[in-house]
Protein backbone atom coordinates (compact mmCIF):
# COMPACT_ATOMS: atom_id res chain seq x y z
CA UNK A 1 0.00 0.00 0.00
CA UNK A 2 1.26 3.32 -0.88
CA UNK A 3 1.94 6.07 1.81
CA UNK A 4 2.17 9.21 1.82
CA UNK A 5 4.15 11.47 4.71
CA UNK A 6 4.45 15.19 4.90
CA UNK A 7 6.58 16.81 7.57
CA UNK A 8 8.17 20.43 7.72
CA UNK A 9 4.99 22.31 8.97
CA UNK A 10 5.34 24.80 11.19
CA UNK A 11 4.80 28.38 12.35
CA UNK A 12 6.52 31.35 11.42
CA UNK A 13 5.70 34.97 10.67
CA UNK A 14 4.98 36.64 6.95
CA UNK A 15 7.75 36.94 4.99
CA UNK A 16 9.26 33.84 6.40
CA UNK A 17 10.21 30.50 4.87
CA UNK A 18 9.61 27.10 5.04
CA UNK A 19 10.25 23.57 3.44
CA UNK A 20 7.61 21.26 3.45
CA UNK A 21 8.73 17.27 2.95
CA UNK A 22 6.52 14.01 1.37
CA UNK A 23 8.31 10.63 1.46
CA UNK A 24 6.85 8.21 -0.71
CA UNK A 25 6.76 4.73 0.16
CA UNK A 26 7.90 4.10 -3.11
CA UNK A 27 9.54 5.47 -6.32
CA UNK A 28 7.93 9.26 -7.36
CA UNK A 29 7.92 7.92 -10.82
CA UNK A 30 5.51 4.60 -10.33
CA UNK A 31 3.38 8.08 -10.10
CA UNK A 32 1.74 9.67 -12.90
CA UNK A 33 1.70 12.98 -11.09
CA UNK A 34 2.42 14.27 -7.67
CA UNK A 35 1.91 17.60 -5.99
CA UNK A 36 0.70 19.15 -3.11
CA UNK A 37 -2.67 20.88 -2.10
CA UNK A 38 -3.71 23.33 1.06
CA UNK A 39 -6.97 23.47 2.97
CA UNK A 40 -7.75 25.95 5.09
CA UNK A 41 -10.06 26.13 7.76
CA UNK A 42 -13.46 26.89 6.18
CA UNK A 43 -12.38 26.56 2.49
CA UNK A 44 -12.10 23.73 -0.18
CA UNK A 45 -9.01 21.74 -1.02
CA UNK A 46 -6.95 23.97 -3.64
CA UNK A 47 -3.96 22.84 -5.74
CA UNK A 48 -0.64 24.41 -4.83
CA UNK A 49 1.48 22.81 -7.46
CA UNK A 50 1.84 19.38 -9.45
CA UNK A 51 5.07 17.72 -10.96
CA UNK A 52 4.39 15.49 -14.09
CA UNK A 53 6.96 12.91 -13.84
CA UNK A 54 6.90 11.67 -17.42
CA UNK A 55 6.98 15.12 -19.19
CA UNK A 56 8.41 17.41 -16.05
CA UNK A 57 6.37 19.52 -15.93
CA UNK A 58 5.55 21.58 -12.58
CA UNK A 59 2.19 23.71 -13.10
CA UNK A 60 1.56 26.37 -9.86
CA UNK A 61 -1.08 27.84 -8.91
CA UNK A 62 -0.83 31.55 -9.56
CA UNK A 63 -1.63 32.59 -6.00
CA UNK A 64 2.14 30.75 -5.61
CA UNK A 65 4.03 31.56 -8.60
CA UNK A 66 7.04 32.70 -7.84
CA UNK A 67 7.52 32.36 -4.17
CA UNK A 68 6.93 28.65 -3.78
CA UNK A 69 8.93 25.90 -5.43
CA UNK A 70 8.79 21.97 -6.17
CA UNK A 71 11.54 19.86 -6.53
CA UNK A 72 12.47 15.78 -5.66
CA UNK A 73 15.47 13.94 -4.24
CA UNK A 74 17.57 11.80 -6.99
CA UNK A 75 15.97 8.53 -5.01
CA UNK A 76 13.12 9.55 -6.50
CA UNK A 77 11.06 9.06 -3.17
CA UNK A 78 10.77 12.07 -1.94
CA UNK A 79 9.29 15.27 -2.95
CA UNK A 80 9.87 18.96 -1.36
CA UNK A 81 7.88 22.08 -1.65
CA UNK A 82 10.27 25.14 -0.59
CA UNK A 83 7.68 27.91 0.37
CA UNK A 84 9.17 31.63 0.42
CA UNK A 85 7.61 34.71 1.42
CA UNK A 86 4.96 33.67 2.57
CA UNK A 87 1.89 35.54 3.69
CA UNK A 88 -1.09 34.79 6.14
CA UNK A 89 -3.43 33.61 3.73
CA UNK A 90 -0.90 30.75 2.86
CA UNK A 91 -1.84 29.48 6.05
CA UNK A 92 -3.78 26.19 5.45
CA UNK A 93 -3.21 22.22 6.00
CA UNK A 94 -1.05 21.29 3.17
CA UNK A 95 -1.11 17.77 1.85
CA UNK A 96 1.01 15.30 -0.80
CA UNK A 97 -0.92 14.14 -3.56
CA UNK A 98 0.21 11.51 -6.29
CA UNK A 99 -1.61 9.66 -8.60
CA UNK A 100 -0.84 6.70 -10.99
CA UNK A 101 -2.87 9.13 -13.92
CA UNK A 102 -2.63 12.42 -14.88
CA UNK A 103 -5.72 14.73 -13.31
CA UNK A 104 -7.23 16.97 -15.79
CA UNK A 105 -7.45 19.85 -15.08
CA UNK A 106 -4.18 19.13 -12.14
CA UNK A 107 -6.52 20.57 -9.55
CA UNK A 108 -9.23 18.53 -9.40
CA UNK A 109 -8.90 16.54 -6.19
CA UNK A 110 -11.04 13.52 -6.86
CA UNK A 111 -7.67 12.75 -9.45
CA UNK A 112 -5.47 11.48 -7.24
CA UNK A 113 -5.23 8.48 -5.60
CA UNK A 114 -3.06 8.93 -2.36
CA UNK A 115 -2.89 11.71 0.16
CA UNK A 116 -0.63 12.16 3.17
CA UNK A 117 -2.17 12.96 6.50
CA UNK A 118 -1.72 16.90 6.02
CA UNK A 119 1.21 19.03 7.73
CA UNK A 120 -0.33 22.30 9.24
CA UNK A 121 1.50 25.42 8.28
CA UNK A 122 0.78 28.50 9.96
CA UNK A 123 1.66 32.16 8.91
CA UNK A 124 1.31 35.16 11.70
CA UNK A 125 1.39 39.06 10.25
Known amino acids: QVQLVESGGGSVQAGGSLRLSCAAS????????IGWFRQALGKEREGVVV????????YYADSVKGRFTISQDNAKTTVYLQMNSLEPEDTAIYYC??????????????????WGQGTQVTISS
Open 97 to 114: AASTGWPRPWTQVSGYNY
Open 26 to 33: QKRYSFGT
Open 51 to 58: FYTGSGNT
